[in-house]
């Protein structure tokens, strides 16, 4: 169905996942109808799992520059978190990270924070919000199969009944038309298939991939962890010339903490159960081991491998008008670094804000949009194949002079950052998405770079004494060799 020019345009969403739902709650003030097309038999009501999101056996670290920006979506989604349990952990004091430069100092105000929950729990107030949206409606159980239109304008979208529990869907594909096509399909997105198959534009795509792989399980917190703790990160470190290795603990709803474990090519983690906590052990610093040696373990170990850093550059190709592309389906990063959702969120807020300009319908509303939600994405990209690039094996472009310096120049930043309230803040705007990159090559932050730390470095994690209580209590199980605060 065009829309006729006095009527409000019909737009079809592609895939119900959180882009999906974001980009449904960015233009439903401006359009008439959204049709939103999930190949999932369902979307569940309650934050439970379902077949197409098994990233949501991981844990998932959302910042506060997505969780602003989702916020400022739908507002009141916060607090739909935090009434089902979800954490909102306070930066830099919530956080005991050991990074590449040393401990982070956590006796800083608090400037920032993350959103500690279980995947399911975050998408399910997103999608319960969006779908209770007047003019946003859902249909399961369908696959897109192609574009309907030319290299022109695309007009609609091909879809077929989804087969489901192994058994094929009868029927072939059916036309729903659409003013404008919005695909969310995520990592495995079809649309650079899709446009060429229409006549449409080839588009240009860089891959770096580290080889990441994760081992994910989660844990019932110790008696007296269960709320106010801290988020525990290990991560590797990208300038030594070995496979990185990271290990994080999120404090999640119902008192659990979900774990996450993960290598680059040559340091994957196993799948193996006994094996889990042994890992943890092998990473910079053994303080994820010590604090689960003191935990138990409530599911099995699940594993994902599907982590390369993917740019399609959409905004460059000359898209046919009415067909936006979002979320992963753009560009999908190593989850490391935990900038997906938040990434999403924030080229949501940007679509929001082309679509408050131009008519959603109008000839250049969609290469504008799609330069817009391109901004924040490639900050995030230029985050993670910043660091991804040096890792060994890793496939795509190796790093050059230009990839070097920049290196150390973060380095000399994170550096300073262990003993730089200032920096600190400003590293922080950054990590989480706040502000732009280009915040740290201010004068402030150059000269505050260029001085060093005003603190001296920490000789290990700085804890509560209910934290350090917590890991002077016997292990629950033995594979512990080496004392919590022991820097390797
Ligand atoms: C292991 C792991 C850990 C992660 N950790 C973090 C983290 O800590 N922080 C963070 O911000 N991000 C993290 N991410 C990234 C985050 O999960 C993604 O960025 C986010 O889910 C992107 O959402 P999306 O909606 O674009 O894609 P998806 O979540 O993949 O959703 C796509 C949807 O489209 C549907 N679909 C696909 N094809 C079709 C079709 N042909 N027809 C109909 N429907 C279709 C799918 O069923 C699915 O529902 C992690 C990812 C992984 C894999």
Redesign the pocket.
């Known amino acids: 169905m065009t829309s006729h020019p006095s009527a409000l345009p019909r737009v079809v969403v ?8 974001l980009a449904a709650a960015a233009l439903a003030p401006h359009v008439g109808e959204i049709l939103i ?4 038999s369902a979307l569940p009501q309650t934050p439970a799992p ?1 077949a ?4 949501a ?7 506060a520059g ?1 969780a602003d920006a989702m916020e400022e979506l739908l507002p009141g989604v916060t607090t739909d978190w935090l009434a089902a349990g979800a954490h909102r952990i306070p930066i830099p004091n919530g956080m005991v990270s050991f990074s590449p430069a040393g401990w982070y100092r956590r006796s800083w105000d608090p400037t920032h924070y993350v959103i500690g929950a279980g ?1 399911d729990l975050i998408d399910w107030a997103v999608r319960r919000r969006v779908l209770g949206m007047p003019n946003v409606g859902l249909r399961t159980r ?4 192609g574009l309907a239109g030319d290299g022109a304008r695309v007009r609609g979208v091909y ?1 077929e009944q ?1 087969a489901h529990d192994g058994q094929e869907a009868p029927g072939g594909p059916s036309l729903v038309e659409a003013d404008l096509v919005v695909d ?7 649309s650079t298939r899709w446009l060429l198959d229409i006549g449409g534009p080839e588009v240009r795509e860089t891959v770096v991939d580290a080889g990441v792989r ?1 081992a ?1 399980r989660r844990y019932r917190a110790p008696e007296g962890a269960e709320t106010d703790w801290p988020v525990v990160h290990i991560p590797a470190d990208p300038r030594q010339a070995r496979p990185g290795l990271f290990a994080t603990i999120i404090p999640i709803e119902d008192g659990q903490w979900h774990v ?1 474990l993960s290598g680059t090519r040559g340091g994957e983690p196993a799948s193996r159960e006994e094996l889990f906590e042994e890992f943890a052990r092998g990473v910079r610093h053994p303080l994820v081991a010590d604090l689960l040696a003191r935990a138990e373990p409530i599911s099995d170990v699940s594993v ?1 491998a ?2 390369a850093n993917h740019r399609r550059q959409f905004e460059r190709a000359g898209l046919p008008e009415g067909f936006l592309v ?4 753009t560009t ?2 190593n ?1 490391v670094y ?7 969120a924030l080229g949501a807020l940007a679509l929001r804000g082309q679509a408050a300009r131009t008519p959603v319908a109008a000839a250049g509303f969609t290469s504008r949009a799609q330069r817009a939600m391109a901004r924040p994405t490639a900050a995030a990209w230029l985050l993670a194949v910043g660091q991804d690039r040096f890792y060994p094996g890793a496939i795509g472009r190796k790093p050059n002079l230009a990839d070097r310096l920049s290196s150390q120049y973060v380095h000399r930043l994170v550096h300073t950052a262990t003993g730089n309230g200032m920096v600190v803040k400003r590293v922080t705007d950054v990590v989480t998405l706040r502000k732009p990159a280009g915040i740290l090559a201010g004068p402030a932050v150059l000269l505050a770079a260029a001085l060093g730390p005003r603190k001296p470095r920490l000789d290990g994690p700085e804890l509560t004494a209910r934290e350090q209580e917590v890991l002077a209590r016997p292990p629950l199980r033995s594979a512990e060799t080496s004392s919590a605060t022991d820097p390797r």
């Open positions: 592609l895939g119900g996942g959180l882009a999906g739902t097309v999930e190949r999932d379902r197409r999101l098994p990233q056996a991981h844990a998932h670290t959302l910042w997505g995947r369908t696959k897109i199969t879809v989804a969310a399909t995520g990592r495995g997105s079809k994760y994910s996450s994902y599907r982590t979002v979320g992963d389906a999908s990063l989850p935990g900038h997906g959702m938040s990434a999403a």
